[in-house]
């Protein structure tokens, strides 16, 4: 069968789209995915030719004045006789959307032509996208169970979050670490600030850095294009071996190679420091939708798999405490990665899989 699956604009959104793609083609099933325009949405599907790939503008209302209402109207009306056109060439048997505004047109397109659809909201707050999207779809699937109860009741299945193919096992700590010129003789940091990066982060790391330099220590830092050479040289300059890129596809080598981390806590990012056991401190980016992604860290604190520190009170002085809290004690390093490993979804893509093909049929 062919099977539509909307996942564009970040990373959250588009990984775990492509981990239900992976396991539809697995089977036997046909896949077109339907992105946005941003940059991410390109580099992260890069050389992805088993898919069929389409671009699709995701259109958001940005105010309630009534020119943008107009603009806003017009441009989703464009967007959906786009996906409509697709469809009559591409005729999918169930469309799944993975969140967002690029999610909405799809998944209006799917109902027009009778045929299943889904969402999948990864988080535990779910975006005004997903609040829509969710009383149009014909099942609503969910990352964590905390959820279900902002859509109606019945509605909804709790998949977890899917992991991509490639993520699914940990490699060989030593050559993972080989990968990126690091040896494994020190405790070594992940630093990613989602898939733009985090400015806000990255400095507050500099200002850290100075605390840090008499600890065994190195660092895999995913910096965003802004960053990357200021990181650069600031490691240089502290004396901390590093790792430095403004993206990476090597994330299976990534966590493989770490032992803890600094990150966003976006829910595609949490499932898959989950799936490699890599507690450490989770910084929620600020101006997400619903503040969701303070309510995803709180879980993984709850579960003693992660601290919890908000942007707001991201000093380097703290940063590095707790940096040092983790650094300075290798059990308590060793029960926090325990607890975040309990935390990982098991067959996520699989599960949703399942679902769509149990309608379909």
């Excluded at 050479?229 to 430095?244: C, D, H, K, N, W």
Aim: charged residues 20%; aromatic residues 8%.
């Amino acid at each position: 069968m062919n099977f539509v699956i909307a996942a564009g604009g970040t990373g959250g959104h588009l990984f775990p789209g492509l981990a239900v793609g992976e396991v539809l083609i697995a089977r036997g099933h046909r896949v077109m995915l339907i992105i946005s325009e941003k940059e991410i949405d390109s580099l992260a599907t890069q050389g992805r030719g088993e898919f069929r790939i389409e671009r699709v503008p995701g259109v958001g209302i940005q105010s309630k004045s009534p020119v943008a209402l107009v603009k806003f109207a017009l441009k989703f009306r464009a967007g959906l006789n786009q996906v409509k056109a697709l469809y009559r060439d591409f005729a999918p048997s169930a469309v799944l959307g993975m969140g967002g505004f690029t999610s909405t047109a799809p998944i209006l397109a799917g109902r027009s032509r009778k045929i299943p659809t889904f969402v999948h909201e990864s988080n535990a707050i779910p975006g005004k996208a997903n609040k829509l999207n969710g009383r149009l779809v014909t099942r609503v699937l969910l990352g964590f169970e905390e959820c279900a109860r902002f859509f109606p009741p019945g509605k909804c299945e709790v998949t977890g979050t899917p992991v991509r193919t490639s993520l699914i096992e940990r490699l060989d700590k030593a050559k993972a670490l080989a990968a990126f010129n690091l040896l494994a003789e020190k405790p070594t940091l992940l630093v990613m600030g989602g898939s733009q990066g985090a400015h806000g982060i990255n400095q507050a790391l500099i200002n850290a850095l100075p605390q840090l330099g008499a600890k065994p220590l190195q660092v895999i830092h995913l910096t965003g294009k802004q960053d990357e050479t200021l990181m650069r040289e600031s490691y240089a300059q502290a004396g901390i071996p590093a790792f430095v890129a403004a993206f990476s596809h090597q994330m299976q080598e990534a966590y493989s190679a770490s032992d803890f981390t600094i990150a966003r806590s976006g829910a595609a990012s949490l499932t898959e420091l989950s799936q490699f056991a890599l507690p450490g401190i989770l910084i929620p980016y600020p101006f997400a939708a619903e503040d969701h992604q303070t309510f995803n860290a709180k879980i993984f604190e709850r579960a003693g798999a992660a601290t919890l520190l908000p942007e707001r009170e991201t000093t380097g002085e703290n940063l590095a405490k707790k940096l040092l809290w983790f650094l300075d004690d290798p059990a308590r390093l060793s029960e926090a990665s325990a607890r975040c490993a309990s935390l990982a979804p098991h067959e996520a893509a699989g599960r949703v899989a399942d679902t769509i093909l149990k309608y379909c049929s």
